[in-house]
């Protein structure tokens, strides 16, 4: 069985580590398997993702590569895709594999309106290669311009021709429609990871107990556009001093998860220096996703506004407050039974007493773990893994 999985995001601990799991799982399950991941970033970029026994393949990219992609994609202009030599290359990896994967990832089909993603999926359709679909999220599709309604068309004809769909949150599943899906959940839940704790974190705390604080900058994020960063730093170092506050024996460890950029948006180091006050320990953005499962397995409690960063407080059995802003944080949540730990801030923080409610409600939310949420989780995954198992069976000669 030989299997092609595109699109790998990077800079994320977050996705390496529904990356790893996915990986080794299939490579434990299916003796002989063939994976080949192609990336087209530099090498240390996808190094702190690659997994023994895997195929990474650089696709350097040509002169013309963006504009052939981009106007193949958005105008039906498939022609273009042969013109260029790096899509021809990446084409050649298509056609030696039995199955082409999209999995894991985000939303990028979706309110993003990630035409190079969906450019990777449509290239497996042009090349009649079976696409697969796994444990991802999908939609909003809005319609508010005409590149967006376009978007959504092409997004459709995409979802149509998949073989299998699998989604990973609650809430996606209305943006698939009537198409057969199955529901899972992030494949970061196929496994927990066994990892030491650094000895600088371990220094920092020494015998004291500790949370885990996750804040994001946010205005990366299409919902925020146009939001002074100061405004999202301030409430994020505000929300942090009414934790330590209310808990005044715990020490904050803060986890950054985009690693390897050179700008606060590519690199959560440098935001969470900002953000966090004298006290704090800012972790290096050097920590793989293995070592911060380990370091929130061990803290009393994790307040996070990124996605995975929930991932790994449920994975771990760890009590938590998710600060959501996007639909798979919250459906994840509903699917757990946990929608009680979500804090939406999708709208608050744009007002002073939006942020300031935004803060009480997270300090009210009971801090008590819930480890039948992880046994759950991991069985949901399994579950979605192993109709992803059985579809690339049916798929793969």
């Not at 590569?65 to 990446?90: Q, T």
């Not at 608050?348 to 819930?370: M, Q, S, Y």
Request: proline share 7%.
């Amino acid at each position: 069985m030989k299997i092609l999985l595109i699109d790998q995001p990077i800079r994320n601990r977050g996705d390496e580590s529904a990356h790893k799991a996915l990986v080794r799982s299939l490579l434990a399950a299916v003796p002989g398997i063939r994976i080949t991941v192609p990336y087209r970033y530099p090498e240390a970029d996808m190094a702190p993702f690659m997994v023994p026994g895997v195929q990474y393949v650089h696709t350097e990219e040509d002169l013309f590569y963006y504009r052939c992609r981009l106007y193949g994609a958005k105008y039906g202009l498939r022609f273009l895709w042969h013109l260029d030599p790096s899509i021809r290359r990446l084409s050649a990896l298509y056609r030696e594999a039995d199955a082409v994967v999209s999995a894991p990832g985000g939303i990028n089909l979706g309110g993003f309106k990630d035409w190079h993603h969906l450019f990777y999926l449509q290239l497996a359709l042009h090349l009649r290669k079976p696409l697969l679909y796994f444990g991802r999220s999908v939609g909003p599709f809005p319609e508010s311009d005409p590149d967006r309604v376009r978007f959504k068309r092409e997004a459709g004809k995409v979802l149509d021709g998949m073989r299998f769909i699998s989604i990973r949150d609650a809430v996606s599943k209305t943006y698939v429609g009537d198409r057969p899906c199955v529901e899972t959940l992030d494949s970061a839940f196929l496994e927990r990871p066994v990892a030491d704790i650094p000895k600088e974190v371990l220094d920092y705390v020494g015998e004291s107990p500790y949370f885990v604080f996750v804040p994001n900058a946010l205005v990366w994020h299409y919902r925020y556009k146009g939001m002074p960063l100061e405004t999202i730093r301030d409430f994020f170092a505000g929300m942090l001093s009414s934790l330590k506050a209310a808990h005044p024996g715990c020490k904050a460890v803060l986890l950054p998860q985009l690693y390897n950029g050179p700008h606060w948006i590519e690199n959560d180091r440098l935001f969470f220096e900002q953000v966090a006050p004298e006290g704090a320990f800012v972790a290096p953005d050097t920590y793989s996703s293995d070592v911060q499962q380990a370091i929130i397995r061990r803290s009393a409690f994790l307040v996070g506004a990124r996605y995975h960063s929930v991932v790994f407080a449920i994975n771990n059995g760890v009590p938590f407050v998710a600060l959501s802003y996007e639909h798979k944080m919250s459906g994840l949540a509903a699917s757990l039974g946990l929608s009680s730990r979500v804090v939406d801030i999708t709208d608050a923080v744009r007002t002073p007493e939006g942020r300031a409610r935004v803060i009480a409600d997270t300090l009210a939310v009971p801090l008590v773990a819930a480890p039948d949420a992880g046994r759950k989780a991991a069985e949901v995954a399994q579950k979605g893994f192993d109709a992803f198992l059985q579809a690339l069976k049916e798929v793969c000669p």
